[in-house]
């Protein structure tokens, strides 16, 4: 079992960061893909970026590239995302999730379908 905790979320202006954190508890922590989604209401879930288990592998949706940046700290058991240069359409309910099935990320970890553990989320809104 695994559990995630979401934090960080809140309003922000057009332009500002956030840095959101998702805190893992349960089987070890540094063996498997992370990931994060987000979903604004009326959409459906998206992929925004996943972490290989060592940090080394990364992958971003396209329309996050350059802004988000995605980290883990195995040792504190927590991914993070620095989300920076925010815009209005990057408001949404964000996600952090677990892939404990792999280690490395590929095509398929921009899948929702392929995490088998989510978190609560935490609300981002951003101000135009």
């Known amino acids: 079992q695994v559990q995630l905790v979401e934090s960080g979320g809140g309003l922000v202006q057009a332009g500002g960061s956030l840095r959101l954190s998702c805190a893992a508890s349960g089987r070890t922590f540094s063996v498997y893909v992370m990931g994060w989604f987000r979903q604004a209401p009326g959409k459906e879930r998206e992929f925004v970026a996943a972490i290989s288990r060592t940090g080394g592998g990364t992958s971003y949706a396209d329309s996050v590239k350059g802004r988000f940046t995605i980290s883990r700290d195995n040792a504190a058991k927590t991914v993070y995302l620095q989300m920076n240069s925010l815009k209005p359409e990057d408001a949404a309910v964000y996600y952090c999730?677990?892939?404990?099935?792999?280690?490395?990320?590929?095509?398929?970890?921009?899948?929702?379908?392929?995490?088998?553990?989510w978190g609560q989320g935490t609300q981002v809104t951003v101000s135009s």
């Open positions: 999730a677990a892939d404990t099935f792999r280690s490395e990320i590929g095509a398929t970890s921009m899948n929702g379908q392929q995490y088998n553990y």
